[in-house]
């Protein structure tokens, strides 16, 4: 069993920033694809972000794209989610993903794909 432990988020104006962090409770995270994923109030849990387990091959919402930035340190087991330039739409509950039963040389956009989940962090733009 895998475990995933999000912080970093919280409330932030509108245009403002926040890096959500992701540490996995395992020392061959490099096999891991990981992902962030959001959920708001009625809505389906949506794709975020991907990044691959060695070569960091990314892959963006279009929603997100060119604001939100998601990178991983293998060595400390950590995924990131920098996000800039926040929008009041974006207000969401934020889960870090993560899988090895699928390959992960690839970003991976799915959320069936994921085998394991953070408890989530909220994140809150306001206007």
């Known amino acids: 069993q895998v475990q995933l432990v999000e912080s970093g988020g919280g409330l932030v104006q509108a245009g403002g920033s926040l890096r959500l962090s992701c540490v996995a409770s395992v020392r061959t995270f490099d096999r891991y694809v990981m992902g962030w994923f959001r959920q708001a109030p009625g809505k389906e849990r949506e794709f975020v972000a991907s990044i691959s387990g060695c070569s960091f091959t990314t892959d963006y919402a279009s929603s997100v794209k060119g604001r939100f930035t998601i990178s991983r340190d293998n060595a400390k087991s950590t995924g990131y989610l920098q996000m800039n330039s926040l929008k009041p739409e974006d207000t969401a509950v934020y889960y870090c993903?993560?899988?090895?039963?699928?390959?992960?040389?690839?970003?991976?956009?799915?959320?069936?794909?994921?085998?394991?989940w953070g408890q989530g962090t909220q994140v809150t733009v306001s206007s």
């Open positions: 993903a993560a899988a090895n039963s699928v390959g992960a040389y690839r970003p991976r956009r799915d959320v069936s794909e994921y085998d394991y």
